[in-house]
């Protein structure tokens, strides 16, 4: 099974940026979908962004895009999320998530989760 290990996360002012990055290791990981996705205290997790290795396709959230970018390394060893322009609503616990099949920011069908990292954006 996949192992996932988030880092980067902070605080920031708004109009600010950050880059999470999350270690993957174990089995299949080069052939899984990858994504990012979010969650407040009271709110449900919510995704962000998602990039399927096969074609290279990715999937933004209304709320995020033209500022985040998903990406990997060459070696695919490290997902990454540049987060630019951040704003306030942004504030958040942040994971990391693999799939096996298909692709895209349905929290359900995601069957190896990181532990999450803190990110606070004040205004």
């Known amino acids: 099974q996949v192992q996932l290990v988030e880092s980067g996360g902070g605080s920031v002012q708004a109009g600010g940026s950050l880059r999470l990055s999350c270690a993957v290791s174990g089995y299949v990981y080069r052939s899984y979908c990858m994504g990012w996705f979010r969650q407040a205290p009271g709110k449900e997790r919510e995704g962000v962004a998602a990039a399927r290795p096969g074609d290279g396709s990715t999937y933004y959230g209304d709320s995020v895009k033209g500022r985040f970018t998903i990406s990997r390394d060459n070696a695919q060893n490290t997902l990454y999320l540049q987060m630019n322009s951040l704003k306030p609503e942004d504030t958040g616990m942040y994971y990391c998530?693999?799939?096996?099949?298909?692709?895209?920011?349905?929290?359900?069908?995601?069957?190896?989760w990181g532990q999450g990292i803190q990110v606070t954006v004040s205004s």
């Open positions: 998530a693999a799939r096996g099949l298909g692709c895209g920011l349905g929290r359900s069908s995601y069957s190896s």
